[in-house]
């Protein structure tokens, strides 16, 4: 059974920086591709970042590109989200999530497996 547990989130000034640590277990993850999601309140949930696992090849959303940075330890099986330059705008809970494949998604519909969420709080 896969189990994807985040950590890591917290409050933050705007400008600052915070790292997200996604452990992942419960399967050999080589042909998963792994992504980062928020979701602030009253919104939908929005792609935020994604990494595939074995080659590492990533793809981000326009509004974080430049300030955010998805990868992987192998070795630890897990997934990181360096976020620097953070904004108020980027407050929301953020989920890790996994899907089956390489190819690139945006959509949360594609990925079959949820952590349960870290809070993050960029205060102006």
């Known amino acids: 059974q896969v189990q994807l547990v985040e950590s890591g989130g917290g409050l933050v000034q705007a400008g600052g920086s915070l790292r997200l640590s996604c452990a992942a277990s419960?399967?050999?993850?080589?042909?998963?591709?792994m992504s980062w999601f928020r979701q602030a309140p009253g919104k939908e949930r929005e792609f935020v970042a994604q990494?595939?696992?074995?080659?590492?090849?990533?793809f981000y959303a326009d509004s974080v590109k430049g300030r955010f940075t998805i990868s992987r330890d192998n070795a630890k099986n897990t997934v990181y989200l360096q976020m620097n330059s953070l904004k108020p705008e980027d407050t929301a809970v953020y989920y890790c999530?996994?899907?089956?494949?390489?190819?690139?998604?945006?959509?949360?519909?594609?990925?079959?497996?949820w952590g349960q969420g870290t809070q993050v709080t960029v205060s102006s």
């Open positions: 999530a996994a899907k089956v494949g390489i190819s690139y998604s945006g959509s949360s519909r594609s990925y079959n497996y």
């Open positions: 419960g399967r050999t993850f080589s042909s998963y591709t």
């Open positions: 990494i595939t696992w074995s080659a590492g090849f990533t």
